[in-house]
DNA sequence: AAGATAACTGAACATTTGTTCAGAAAAAAG
DNA sequence: CTTTTTTCTGAACAAATGTTCAGTTATCTT
């Protein structure tokens, strides 16, 4: 036999990604299989290369998509007031967003040793990109009186990474809901930044 | 040929340590086979299985011991003075130690997940144990009026987060001394708990 | 209904994987 | 020097890897 029943490009692409994104978080890029993604989207191992042209892309892509969804929702978001408010927004969207996305996340900040070369520097891109936009506000706040930060840049990555951490231990229907967990975090940046 | 010159097991095992320490870390424990562990240390991949049962081992013991070492170094340094005093050296002991073995703190982050079941819940009952100790300072300072912090649990794993973000980004004969590093996390840290 | 196209199978491919083991050679012991 | 022990080689194993492709079938077009 060859095509099944009910067999369609428009389903099956999707399917592959989700099933490639749920297993690379789970068990990591180099300890899934092509055959395994295939057998989770229900599919022989060949028909996945008419929606990719090798495993490498579809981790690339992966990661890229993700990173321009976040670019996207944070420029959509749009902000007015002083450094002070714009950080809350930030640090309360960083939060939600990347809850609603754990495997890409994971993924994201993970997998980024198994990009080539090429497709690391494209991801690397957008990931400045973003610090950059947490790093204005920063400076900002420090320009405005509004903030007292030894060092900006260090700040930055120090409140990525202090905010990326809820990801690691936060169950959703576990003792705090989103809010309490957005606000708990929230004052803890507002203060390691002398707001 | 067999056996060659100068081979000896004493120096033999070390080198198979550092060499699957310093790949695992580069690549990810996955991505690595034993002939490439095999053919750094400048021996047949049939050699390894002298020094160690199987690779899920080899990457067990190098988490292991890197936890065990950790909970003796803090253990070593003991600290007279209030939970701010004890924050402090905490928070530059957590730094400088763990930048002085960058490989070993991204496997013991990173590979969690290429642990079989039992070697896992022996590292998490480790690695807890570190948490218990920063937790109990904060706790203390709680107590003591010291610290203003909404969620002590919350607060820790944010802590270690922050400070672990370091690890990606620090390079030594950077901008920044290890001293300064310490100085400027040290400062985020006591704003970021009220003290 | 007939033909064209798109989607998938199933087998095959060359490599690479972790692991085992008989045998060889160096080192240590006598 | 001779024997024993330790340490390693080199080949082999079955299984798994990413990827290709000729052929088959469902779906779409006319």
Redesign the interface.
Known sequence: MARTQGSHSGITGPRIREAALQLFA???Y??VSMRQIAKEVGVQAGALYNYTPDKQSLLFRLMESHMRELLAAWGDLVVEGDAAVQLEAFVKFHIRFHMQRPDEVFIAY?EL??LNEENFAGIEVLRRSYEDALEQILKDGVASGCFRI??TK??T??????L???M??YRSGGR?SLEE?E???W???R????A
Do not use: C, F, K, S
């Not at 990555?157 to 202090?162: D, G, K, R, T």
């Not at 203060?191 to 002398?194: D, F, L, M, R």
């Open positions: 789970q068990h990591g180099a300890a993970m040793r198994n030894p060092d260090i700040a990555l120090a409140v990525i990474a202090m990326n951490g809820v690691t231990w705090l967990v606000g708990v975090y004052e803890m940046v203060n390691a930044v002398g």
